[in-house]
């Protein structure tokens, strides 16, 4: 008889999943961050009018922190009583690859948003291009806000309403026995006294720490709507979309000058070029941001596919895959050692996705999105129910590897990750898993090489011939095509 898995929320809480699907939230793992994020797009372009409100809260305290911003910085305290929030970690979003713990919102972030809300964005608030204004503008112009701090920005300026919504859904589905009424704090933003507030609500709560859920229709994965990436990819069909012919013509004369007369610029030459463009001119953002205002349906459309994606294969194909390794006693055999164990659970991650069709988290409308971070995900939850210690990016002095696997500490094994087309696989091959063995003073070593198409097949299988280990057991390459024909080799 199988043992019983506790992976996502509605096994530690003993809720129906059918509940919670229907409640509108997503049945989050509470063994790993999943790899989703809030998009603040996708509440500003919601019907819905708790969704209008909310978004009107956020960008009312933007507008409050504009107002106090400064180009020579804010005080210490006011930064941090303002600006610095802990990660929302409670809501298992994200990209860690350990438990929940993310790094939350520091002192760079603080500083860099503020700087840009003085300098960048005086105006904001005040938008006559785009129909609204969006949090997501501070990302554009200047480096030091990203896109996953603007989803945890987001989050933490939500966090009463989110908190609010799992207060609600505990009290209709969740037993008692698994709840309890915590102070929350930096729920609430009082204008009057300037100051956060505290208020407790009434949580599922496990493992010491209380636990939230996060509503479906808020949710994406990989990119927000409004990103610095699709300023760059977009950025001619803005140009031609700006209706003011004379400010059209000043930016394509500005760009034409600044493109080399006869060397071919790379990517990221490119995107510099186009990057002192905005700078120039910051009514590109506004312009782009109302490029993405009209096509604001296919945000909706785009994020309904990722969630979607990622629920079937983060929580329907590897709880298959988890009760795969439940039923397969061996992987729990005491005398086995951590490199055996290692060992085995990479060949089953490699059968989910070759076999069972679990090559489908990697792609979005059949184009591949190539994340060594999925990968690590899946092979972090193979560990479910394990003696081993699977520690996720151990760095060691001499750079981070992706998982040590251990029991005690002599028995130890390192499993390292790389996408086929990184520009750095020879190199790390030849050099980097030595040192990383070193450092952990172990042997024991793996590498797992994930391919795409029968390109990239044929680079690796030269790298490995020129490096002298194309019979190297300890190399496994795994196929995530979505044409099956070529066969993968494992080495």
């Not at 509440?43 to 909310?54: A, G, R």
């Not at 013509?249 to 002192?276: A, M």
């Amino acid at each position: 008889m199988r043992k019983k898995l506790c992976i996502y929320f509605s096994d530690f809480f003993n809720v129906d999943e059918v509940e919670i699907l229907q409640y509108g939230a997503f049945n989050i793992s509470l063994i790993n961050d999943l790899p989703l994020f809030v998009d603040p797009f996708l509440i500003f372009n919601s019907e819905k009018p708790e969704y209008k409100k909310l978004h009107a809260d956020i960008i009312e305290y933007i507008k409050f922190l504009r107002n106090k911003s400064s180009s020579k910085g804010l005080d210490a305290g006011l930064l941090k009583s303002w600006y610095l929030f802990p990660e929302v970690k409670q809501n298992w979003f994200g990209y860690s690859e350990s438990g929940n713990n993310g790094r939350g919102l520091g002192r760079d972030f603080g500083n860099s948003l503020s700087r840009n809300l003085s300098s960048a964005f005086p105006d904001f608030g005040k938008e006559k291009i785009s129909s609204g204004s969006h949090l997501e503008k501070l990302c554009l112009v200047k480096e030091g806000v990203g896109k996953d701090q603007i989803s945890d920005f987001t989050t933490n300026l939500i966090k009463n309403y989110i908190l609010e919504y799992t207060q609600e859904f505990a009290k209709r589905y969740i037993d008692k026995k698994y709840c309890k009424t915590i102070q929350v704090q930096k729920v609430e933003f009082n204008y009057k006294t300037e100051t956060w507030m505290t208020k407790p609500f009434y949580l599922p709560y496990i493992l010491g720490d209380f636990v939230l859920l996060t509503p479906r229709d808020i949710l994406t994965k990989d990119n927000t709507w409004i990103n610095r990436h699709d300023i760059y990819g977009d950025f001619y069909d803005i140009v031609a979309a700006i209706p003011n012919d004379q400010l059209r013509s000043q930016i394509n004369n500005y760009l034409s000058g600044l493109f080399p007369k006869k060397k071919k610029v790379s990517g990221k030459e490119r995107n510099q070029i186009l990057q002192k463009v905005i700078e120039q001119f910051p009514a590109l953002i506004d312009y782009y941001i109302k490029f993405k205002e009209d096509n604001g349906e296919k945000a909706v459309a785009i994020s309904e596919s990722k969630v979607k994606e990622t629920e079937v294969f983060f929580i329907r194909q590897l709880e298959e895959f988890v009760g795969l390794l439940l039923d397969n006693t061996e992987f729990y055999t005491t005398e086995d050692n951590s490199y055996t164990n290692a060992y085995k659970r990479v060949m089953y991650l490699k059968h989910v996705i070759e076999d069972k069709d679990g090559y489908r988290v990697f792609y979005n409308n059949n184009k591949p999105i190539k994340k060594e971070t999925d990968l690590h995900i899946l092979y972090k939850l193979t560990w479910f129910a394990s003696e081993f210690e699977p520690d996720a990016e151990v760095n060691n002095g001499r750079g981070p590897v992706d998982f040590k696997i251990s029991r005690g500490s002599r028995d130890k094994c390192l499993v390292e990750f790389k996408l086929a087309g990184n520009t750095k696989l020879k190199e790390n091959l030849q050099h980097q898993v030595k040192i990383y063995e070193e450092a952990n003073q172990t042997n024991n070593s793996i590498k797992v090489i994930l391919y795409f198409d029968q390109t990239e097949y044929v680079r690796v299988q030269k790298i490995l011939k020129e490096l002298k280990l194309e019979n190297d057991k300890n190399i496994v390459l795994i196929d995530a095509s979505n044409n099956k024909k070529s066969a993968s080799n494992v080495k």
